[in-house]
């Protein structure tokens, strides 16, 4: 079976799986504040957001294995195993750490419903479809900043189990003594500069906020 058509299937899968009750469809350009308010964003118009934990975003056009866009947040010494990282830590510091913990765990950020396992998706499971963390290359790292915080852009290429090659693209950070990533994942066929654009757009309307002590509902 050639890659194309691979992916091609691929997108019936997760299309169809993207159709369960607590996938959300982005109908129309929408703002997203994060937990505790500590950072906005805007949600392309005709993307999903997937099912995740609470303080995760996760959102997708095609499925979670063809394209994806997500924000994670980690207390300062929960992001990397045995480390505690400083407040001040340098960008360059938090790429390394970054890369060294993408070649040891590719994490599932979705939460996939019994069906979805047994249904579609077991003919394309999450564990096959993932990129594969002992195949992660460095492609380039630099210094960039979003919003005006200093980060890193870390750059990575993988593989999963079926030979499909993927890109990456993480913008990492300190923010409000938490270490937060911004990432961009597909696979380089097709899909990776089909929706570069629109991570682009992302990063840009990406705004960091002081996050919200007391009384943060609406």
């Not at 805007?42 to 959102?59: C, F, H, M, N, Y």
């Not at 990776?192 to 009384?215: E, S, V, W, Y």
Request: proline letters at 6%.
């Amino acid at each position: 079976m050639s890659i194309k058509t691979w992916l091609t299937l691929l997108a019936i899968a997760v299309l169809s799986a993207g159709c369960a009750p607590k996938w959300q469809n982005i109908r129309k350009e929408a703002r997203f504040e994060g937990p505790a308010r500590a950072y906005v964003a805007t949600l392309p118009e005709g993307w999903k957001r997937a099912p995740t934990d609470s303080d995760v975003l996760l959102i997708t056009r095609d499925g979670l294995f063809l394209q994806q866009i997500s924000v994670t947040h980690h207390e300062l010494d929960e992001a990397f195993a045995g480390v505690t990282l400083k407040p001040d830590a340098a960008p360059s510091e938090l790429a390394t750490l970054q890369l060294r913990g993408f070649r040891e765990n590719e994490l599932d950020l979705a939460r996939y419903q019994d069906e979805e396992k047994e249904g579609v998706l077991a003919l394309f499971p999450v564990d096959h479809g993932k990129p594969l963390p002992g195949t992660v290359e460095r492609i380039a790292i630099r210094p960039v900043t979003l919003d005006g915080v200093d980060a890193f852009k870390l750059e990575t290429r993988s593989f999963n189990s079926w030979g499909l090659e993927y890109v990456s693209q993480s913008i990492g950070f300190i923010h409000e003594n938490e270490y937060w990533l911004v990432r961009y994942l597909a696979p380089k066929l097709h899909y990776a500069p089909l929706d570069q654009a629109t991570f682009n757009k992302f990063l840009a309307d990406f705004k960091l906020k002081p996050k919200c002590r007391l009384f943060c509902g609406d």
